[in-house]
């Protein structure tokens, strides 16, 4: 909750329509058991990048 806040997305995003959004993510496994991802949305886009820049620590 502090990173998300920290962050701002908790003026954008309510935390369960953050969660509702990052739910529809998909991954996807190869016969060789790679795993890829799927395309993002904006939404899961913004989200996401958001969250990689902040300071965890």
């Known amino acids: 909750m502090r990173g ?3 962050s701002g997305l908790m003026n954008r995003y309510s ?3 953050m ?3 990052l ?3 998909h991954v996807v ?3 060789n058991g790679s795993m890829s991802e799927l395309e993002r ?3 899961q886009k913004d989200i996401l990048d958001t ?3 902040v300071s965890w620590w």
């Open 4 to 6: 998300m806040i920290s």
């Open 15 to 17: 935390l369960e329509k």
């Open 19 to 21: 969660l509702l959004e």
């Open 23 to 25: 739910e529809k993510l």
């Open 29 to 31: 496994e190869d016969a």
């Open 41 to 43: 949305t904006r939404k």
């Open 51 to 53: 969250l990689e820049k």
